[in-house]
């Protein structure tokens, strides 16, 4: 009776175990890569980021996490440039741990070269080595107005041609390659307004196309000695006067000639989020992996997922392998999107007009369920 009893138990644990070792073939074919995009948790907040991950993203089939960390993280290379309460060595381990069961990947973020201020907050880097700043003579916290405003002040950037930059920002990127045990890493590079400004010393009328392709490069050569790739937002190499995209999707300021000058091994990040435009097939036939990102709203969405499948299918085998697939994005902290993310009234949207700013609010938290429930479909 004692061995029925151990085979039945044994069988049990065996019908568990490949239950739970769900195959994602199907779904690795019609769509290779599922990313979500999103800060880093607070220490406080790790615990329930590891649960979200474990119980809502690995079952959805995700896999891959761009991971938003800047100054979120006990550096020893620059601890200057630590946040006041950042994650340790031990909690990166925990993330990194529970990805690792899951086969999801990391892709940790720092935003470099734009995005190095917010408002009237200037970003640790500048404020610690305000030498690096490409437009010293803009203070944010005068010049800071409704865009647009006098200043043209949206975020500062770092100037790719100080000679000492580098030194300092690759000292932070290889330390977060290392603790996230990453492939890929994210650096942004989103929104740059500020790049060749007439004012700065060393750029001061230099294509800024040429400089932006520079700094792309530069990080990309760099990541490539140790077998790591790049990973940055798509914006600055479209033409948005020549689409009618606009100056945010979109560049005013030629960086978008840039595409032509950089390393092919760079992965796309193409956000659009009011609208699906097919800017993917641009970077594919430019000969670059591109994964298109959707924000806070479903319909959009929902158009970003059927064209990547559609672009996947209908196209040639070179073209096909470059529509890479989804990275939906969260934009603001991990912590506060948990709260809404586990709130059932976040889902309890109304479709009157006068109530467009509630059904906005959540909207990313319903994205990103509406893309778990159609991942799951598709590996069905």
Same mark, same amino acid.
């Not at 907050?121 to 003579?137: A, G, I």
């Not at 945010?248 to 760079?266: C, F, L, Q």
């Not at 700013?357 to 799951?376: H, I, V």
């Given at each position: =009776? ?13 019908? $568990? ?14 769509? @290779?890569? %599922?990313?979500? !995009? ?5 220490? %406080?907040?790790? *615990? ?5 991950? &474990?119980?809502?993203?690995? @079952? ?12 979120? #993280?006990? #550096? &020893? ?5 630590? *946040? ?22 990391? !892709? ?19 404020? $610690? #080595?305000? /030498? ?9 916290? /005068? ?7 006098? !200043?043209?002040? #949206? ?13 300092? $920002?690759?000292?932070? $990127? +290889?330390?977060? =390659?290392?603790?996230? &045990? ?6 942004? =590079? ?7 400004? +007439? ?6 009328? %230099? *294509?800024?196309? /040429?400089?932006? !392709? ?24 479209? *033409? ?16 978008h000639r840039a595409i032509d000058m950089i390393p092919k091994s760079v992965f796309i990040c193409d956000w659009h989020y009011n609208r699906a435009d097919l800017t993917s097939v641009y970077f594919a036939m430019k000969g670059f992996d591109v994964a298109t990102s959707p924000w806070n709203n479903p319909e959009v969405a929902a158009t970003q997922l059927k064209n990547t499948i559609d672009f996947r299918q209908q196209s040639s085998r070179v073209m096909r392998e470059h529509f890479q697939g989804i990275v939906t994005t969260v934009w603001s902290g991990a912590d506060a999107f948990m709260k809404v993310y586990y709130d059932p009234e976040t889902y309890k949207i ?8 509630? %059904? ?11 893309? =778990? ?8």
């Amino acid at each position: =009776m004692k061995n029925v009893v151990l085979s039945f138990l044994f069988l049990l644990f065996l019908q $568990v175990s490949f239950g739970q070792a769900v195959s994602t073939e199907k779904i690795d074919n019609v769509l @290779p890569v %599922r990313g979500l !995009a999103i800060s880093a948790p607070s220490v %406080r907040g790790v *615990d329930l980021f590891l649960k979200f991950i &474990e119980e809502e993203l690995a @079952p959805a089939h995700f896999n891959l996490l761009v991971l938003r960390v800047d100054w979120n #993280y006990d #550096y &020893e290379s620059h601890p200057e440039l630590r *946040d006041s309460n950042p994650l340790s060595k031990d909690d990166v381990k925990k993330i990194v741990d529970v990805c690792k069961k899951h086969n999801i990947k990391i !892709a940790p973020q720092v935003n470099l070269l734009g995005h190095q201020s917010w408002a009237k907050t200037t970003h640790n880097l500048l404020r $610690v #080595y305000p /030498e690096f700043d490409e437009t010293p003579h803009i203070n944010p916290e /005068e010049d800071h107005g409704p865009w647009p405003n006098p !200043a043209g002040l #949206y975020c500062k950037s770092y100037c790719p041609l100080h000679p000492d930059v580098h030194g300092v $920002v690759f000292a932070l $990127v +290889d330390e977060l =390659m290392d603790a996230f &045990e990453a492939e890929y890493f994210h650096a942004g =590079m989103d929104e740059v307004f500020y790049i060749g400004d +007439d004012k700065c010393p060393r750029c001061s009328g %230099r *294509d800024k196309a /040429e400089l932006f !392709a520079g700094e792309v490069t530069k990080i990309s050569n760099h990541l490539a000695l140790k077998n790591r790739r790049l990973m940055i937002w798509g914006d600055r190499l479209i *033409d948005g006067k020549t689409t009618g995209i606009g100056l945010w999707e979109g560049s005013y300021n030629n960086t978008h000639r840039a595409i032509d000058m950089i390393p092919k091994s760079v992965f796309i990040c193409d956000w659009h989020y009011n609208r699906a435009d097919l800017t993917s097939v641009y970077f594919a036939m430019k000969g670059f992996d591109v994964a298109t990102s959707p924000w806070n709203n479903p319909e959009v969405a929902a158009t970003q997922l059927k064209n990547t499948i559609d672009f996947r299918q209908q196209s040639s085998r070179v073209m096909r392998e470059h529509f890479q697939g989804i990275v939906t994005t969260v934009w603001s902290g991990a912590d506060a999107f948990m709260k809404v993310y586990y709130d059932p009234e976040t889902y309890k949207i109304t479709t009157t007009e006068t109530d467009r700013a509630q %059904r906005n609010q959540g909207g990313d938290a319903r994205t990103l369920k509406f893309l =778990m429930e159609e991942f799951k479909k598709l590996n069905k």
